[in-house]
Each structure stands twice: as C-alpha cells, then as structure tokens.
C-alpha cells in the first residue's frame, strides 16, 4: 500500500501542469518553438528548458554534448546556463532543423563558436569525441539508440559529469509493461541499466516527459 508521501495527488495534473509553466519563455525560445512546429520537430518542453539551463549552471559546465539538435530550443538553455566560454557540440541528421538552431543561436545573441553543429548520425560521430571531456551530456535523440549513446555517454563524461536523458516517461508508456515497441522498451532498458550501474548516482523527475539524470563517479 503506498504511503502517505508516495501516494498521487488528485492535484497533480494541475501542478505538473503549474511546475511546466513555472518559468516563462522569451521571444527568443518561442521563436525557436516556431520553427520546430514548422518543420514538424518536438523540443523539449518548458519545463525541461528551464532545467537544462539549471543544470547547466550547477554543474559549471563548459563542455556539452547534445545528441538531437532539434531546433535549438535545448541548445539555447543548455548555453544560457554555462560559463561564457562553454561550448555544445550538438549532432543531428536533419540539417534543416540545424539551419534553424543557427537561427536561434543568432537570435539569441550568442558567439557562433559557442555552437559546433555536426550533422551526422550520433553513432557515427560520438566516437570520434574525446574521453573524459564533457561536463555534461544530453540524450534527445532516437530512443531506439539510447542503449549505445548510453556506452559513449559514460566514456565521454569526466569524474562527476552530468548525464541527461530525455523523455525517459515516453509518453507514460515505460511504466506501462504492457507496451513493448521498440523505443520504449530502449527507454526503460536504459532507465533499468542506469540504476542498477554504480558507475552512476541516478535519479528521475517527473519534469516534461520524464527526465532521468545520473552523474558520473568512478
């Protein structure tokens, strides 16, 4: 029987809903969402936004890798809360979507060098990135691969680096044993490999659609 602390609230649609919100967009980020909405590409939702820049920020980062540039909603809170010099490499295969993120990067304000776009498939060019080198890594790329960007990912991130991943909820579908597509069950072997490693101090929110976070020790 759940505990008091554990057991949902009739409330929690509307404070999920409140906590999204919680954090207002500028035209910057709307604009962004524009584009994603004109090109058919899901960002990350307010919520996530605002904790990348969070998380950003916490962890001092100066190195990022972003699988799934998208539109540049998540590259423009990932860079509004790193160090002025801090960088993301971010990969995508749509270079549409990536001519868009250039857009909001210019947008924005920010250095064109604070941005390395490559377009490419992430498992062909995760590889090519240096051991130990990023402070923090995102995973918002193709849900069927996340068990292989999980492996760079860990190669990738220093002592103490951050270790994000996206939609891990995927739609409320992980919860539910019954769904067994292939992206969800990518999602939930991840989820189970990352809490089960102890290479990792993992923990899960409930933000957007699920945002499973570990940081690296060892």
Same mark, same amino acid.
């Given at each position: 029987? *759940?505990?008091?602390?554990?057991?949902?609230?009739?409330?929690?649609? $509307?404070?999920?809903?409140?906590?999204? +919100?919680?954090?207002?967009?500028?035209?910057?980020? +709307? @604009?962004?969402?524009?584009?994603?909405?004109?090109?058919?590409?899901? *960002?990350?939702?307010?919520?996530?936004?605002?904790?990348?820049? !969070?998380?950003? $920020? $916490?962890?001092?980062?100066?190195?990022?890798?972003?699988?799934?540039?998208?539109?540049?909603?998540?590259?423009?809170?990932?860079?509004?809360?790193? $160090?002025?010099?801090? !960088?993301?490499?971010?990969?995508?295969?749509?270079?549409?979507? +990536? @001519?868009?993120?250039?857009e909001a990067v210019? #947008?924005?304000?920010?250095?064109?060098? @604070?941005?390395?776009?490559?377009?490419?498939?992430?498992?062909?060019?995760?590889?090519?990135?240096?051991?130990?080198?990023? #402070?923090?890594?995102?995973?918002?790329? #193709?849900?069927r691969e996340y068990?292989?960007?999980?492996? +760079?990912? &860990?190669?990738? =991130?220093?002592?103490?680096?951050?270790?994000?991943?996206?939609?891990?909820?995927?739609?409320?579908?992980? !919860?539910?044993?019954?769904?067994?597509?292939?992206?969800?069950?990518?999602?939930r072997e991840v989820?189970?490999?990352?809490?089960? #490693?102890?290479?990792?101090? *993992?923990?899960? =929110? *409930?933000?957007?659609?699920? =945002?499973? =976070?570990?940081?690296? &020790?060892?």
């Open positions: 029987m *759940p505990t008091s602390s554990s057991r949902p609230s009739s409330k929690q649609p $509307a404070s999920w809903a409140y906590t999204e +919100q919680f954090v207002p967009e500028d035209d910057v980020l +709307q @604009r962004a969402r524009a584009r994603a909405a004109e090109l058919d590409v899901e *960002p990350v939702s307010t919520g996530v936004a605002a904790a990348l820049t !969070v998380l950003a $920020a $916490a962890v001092g980062a100066r190195t990022v890798v972003e699988v799934g540039t998208g539109t540049g909603v998540s590259l423009l809170s990932l860079l509004r809360g790193m $160090a002025e010099d801090g !960088v993301v490499t971010t990969i995508d295969p749509d270079g549409e979507a +990536q @001519r868009a993120a250039r210019a #947008d924005d304000g920010i250095r064109t060098n @604070r941005a390395r776009f490559i377009n490419g498939r992430a498992l062909e060019v995760l590889p090519r990135l240096t051991d130990g080198a990023y #402070d923090l890594v995102l995973l918002d790329g #193709d849900e068990g292989a960007y999980l492996e +760079q990912a &860990h190669r990738l =991130l220093r002592a103490g680096g951050l270790l994000v991943v996206d939609d891990a909820l995927f739609k409320g579908r992980v !919860v539910d044993p019954a769904v067994r597509d292939a992206s969800t069950a990518a999602l989820s189970r490999a990352v809490l089960e #490693d102890g290479n990792w101090f *993992p923990t899960m =929110l *409930p933000t957007g659609d699920g =945002l499973l =976070l570990a940081v690296k &020790h060892g």
